[in-house]
């Protein structure tokens, strides 16, 4: 009878053996799996970063534009100032030949009234 037993037990051992595999390929197939969700992850990650990455360098790019835009705005600014003080200037000395030649005009009149007295 103890014989009987024996291949029962072993018939058991191999089904236990058998089970313990499957739960083994089970959980690697598991790993696997979670291995590729991670590097699929990880790839988006890298993706999203470029993408950051061009992004900054896009803002950096338009940062660099705007600010030589504002120096090119700066000295037209500038330039501006300077042609108004020009023309101010010279509508001044212009005003003063004219205050000059108004001068001498009265000079002259009153030159011509006095010799004509």
Same mark, same amino acid.
């Given at each position: 009878?103890?014989d009987e037993h024996?291949?029962e037990?072993h018939?058991?051992?191999?089904? *236990?053996v058998? =089970?313990?595999?499957? %739960? $083994?390929?089970? *959980?690697?197939?598991?790993?696997?799996?979670l291995t590729?969700e991670h590097?699929i !992850?990880a #790839?988006?990650?890298?993706g #999203?970063?470029?993408?950051?990455?061009?992004? !900054?360098e896009?803002?950096? $790019? *338009? !940062?660099e534009?705007?600010?030589?835009? +504002?120096?090119? +705005?700066?000295h037209?600014a500038?330039? =501006?100032?300077?042609a108004?003080a020009? $023309?101010l200037? +010279?509508?001044?000395?212009?005003?003063?030949?004219?205050?000059?030649?108004?001068?001498?005009?009265? %000079?002259?009149r009153? !030159?011509?009234?006095?010799? +004509?007295?």
């Open positions: 009878m103890p024996i291949p037990q018939r058991r051992q191999a089904e *236990a058998r =089970a313990q595999d499957e %739960d $083994s390929r089970r *959980a690697a197939e598991a790993i696997r799996q590729e590097r !992850a #790839e988006t990650v890298r #999203e970063q470029e993408e950051l990455r061009r992004a !900054a896009t803002a950096r $790019s *338009a !940062a534009e705007a600010r030589m835009a +504002a120096e090119g +705005a700066r037209a500038m330039d =501006a100032v300077r108004t020009d $023309s200037q +010279a509508t001044l000395d212009g005003m003063k030949v004219v205050e000059e030649m108004r001068r001498t005009l009265r %000079d002259i009153g !030159a011509d009234k006095s010799g +004509a007295d």
